[in-house]
């Protein structure tokens, strides 16, 4: 049995990173931004998104413009809705055919995790059999947003949980104020629980 486990965090606290460390240690992970990413470049989601939003939202290249689209989703609680309504359905698709794939993998892993940025405010926790939220100090967390050159990051921390919420609905928790090691370490203990 693969322990299925969803990966959290606020903005700038480090959840890719943590991803990333998780990989490292052997498990096998996916990232919901990075289906997200595919998705935008599938012709049907452009299609959509041109259609709902114009040729403003579309790139010199021909690729969905994620800024212009982030610009417009946060605009108004009716876009954001649209666009969650159109993009979760998919990702909730894309993670289901990777969780049966772990599963039927010739050497299983124990755990396998999905990095959710809004697994909560989404109320998606009941779909995991475990959770992580990935916390750090605000100054950490707003420097790191900045030199990502975070789209609307007001707009984002804004419709996410305070990270001291999602620590306290998560089952595990891990600091992420250090370094990488120190952040693998804290990622090998919580690995160590969900596989006893």
Do not use: C
């Not at 052997?26 to 997200?36: C, H, K, W």
């Not at 790139?59 to 689209?69: H, I, L, P, Q, S």
């Not at 959710?116 to 947003?145: M, N, S």
């Not at 990270?163 to 990488?180: S, W």
């Amino acid at each position: 049995m693969v322990a299925f486990v969803g990966l959290t965090g606020g903005v700038g606290a480090g959840k890719s990173t943590a991803l990333d460390a998780l990989e490292r240690l052997g498990v096998p992970t996916l990232s919901a931004d990075a289906v997200v990413h595919e998705l935008y470049r599938s012709a049907e989601l452009h299609d959509e998104i041109r259609a709902r939003w114009g040729g403003e939202v579309i790139a010199a290249d021909g690729t969905v413009d994620r800024a212009a689209v982030a610009r417009r989703a946060f605009a108004s609680e009716d876009e954001r809705r649209w666009l969650e309504g159109t993009l979760w359905p998919r990702v909730g698709e894309r993670v289901a055919a990777w969780r049966e794939e772990v599963a039927r993998s010739e050497v299983p892993s124990s755990v396998a995790v999905v990095e959710v940025p809004l697994l909560f405010e989404a109320g998606l926790q009941d779909a995991y059999d475990a959770t992580i939220a990935v916390v750090a100090d605000e100054e950490t967390r707003a420097r790191r947003a900045g030199e990502r050159g975070h789209e609307a990051v007001d707009e984002r921390v804004a419709r996410q949980l305070p990270q001291d919420e999602k620590a306290r609905r998560a089952t595990h928790v891990v600091t992420n104020d250090g370094t990488v090691d120190d952040l693998r370490r804290e990622l090998s203990a919580v690995l160590e629980k969900l596989r006893g």
